[in-house]
């Protein structure tokens, strides 16, 4: 290239999913009986709820929906995720200040990042944990101080270690559950040291909410605990819970101050959300058990396929694993299966390192396939195995 790229990105790869999506497309174009079965990453397969699409082929032909829209979402969006968030998680929010629309939770996590973290600055991040959080703090030029999630603990933060840490410089935290890759739940225990731990040394504690309606008991926020806004951000999404991943229609929570500080950054990167998707995810927000109670059976159903394919693994894993992944420890070398499974069997299960070093022994089965697709998955992986 006639230029030298900046050095921000010297340290940040094309996302592992992106390459190994360009692989299954390249294997399925090569003329095989059957495609290739994806196991890989969460993409829900499942239809939105109807009258989000209704709403959405009602307002799309219309005229003055195709402009450019408000940076900080129709005053109707912003309103429906403060009555969702009061209504699930009891958690009151001023829709004119504390609530920034996004396009998708993903994109929140480089904004964040670049709304807060200078250069040298320090960040926490589970190991393992979501690619992104390291993605978006490399491109931030910031340190990255990886804490452990181990299994011995339930997948949660060890506060005694964090404790003991030199925590000089460390400006923000991320967290993530019900979690992404373990499936550990969330609790208010949790969050309640993860307030402490934030507000004792000046941390901005940053909780990446989507799966909190897949698979679990209770839904339950970071924001609901009292004096949380002092110190804690969340993230939240339509993509898991909602069937609308390639929507990108996703939303952050937090004190006015830190809202309008993200918005500086969101304001400089679009012109704002389509008004007819904004329009849908209003209709998408006021479903209620009558579309999470169906959603939840079915994944139930895929959950006991996909822990059959974990004993065909012969991995141990946590049979009521929230979320929409099943995660297993192992015998061998997780990429050397996950690679012998995709060449000979088709089917692509993601191994456990591309979260962290903490699961290199880890293997990770999706539940964004059909029962029927997950049972067809399992026979051609004991055929091989």
Sequence with gaps: MIIKPADRTAEVKEYYFSVKNKQIAAMNADGRKEPVINLGIGSPNGLPPKAAIDELCENAPKAGMHAYQSYTGIPELRKAYADWYFKWYGVQLDPATEIQPLTGSKE??????????????????????????????????AEIIYYDLVDELGWQPDFDALEKMDLTGVKMMWSNYPNMPTGAPASIELYKKLLDFGRRHGILICNDNPYSFILTDEHISILSLPGAKECCLELNSLSKAHNMA?????????????????????????????RPLQLAAVKALAQGDEWFGPLNEEYRARREVACQIMDALRAKYNPKSQGLFVWGKVEGDPVEISDRLLAEAGVFITPGYIFGSNGAHYMRVSLCATVPVLKRALEKIKEVL
């Design 108 to 141: 929140g996590i480089l904004i964040t990042s670049l709304a807060f973290l200078n250069p040298g600055d320090k960040v926490l991040v589970p190991n393992p944990g979501y690619p992104t959080y390291s993605s978006s703090a490399h491109l931030c030029q």
């Design 246 to 274: 390639g929507w990108r229609i996703g939303m952050v929570a937090a004190a006015a101050d830190v809202i309008k500080e993200i918005l500086k950054v969101k304001s400089q990167m679009d012109s704002g959300m389509f």
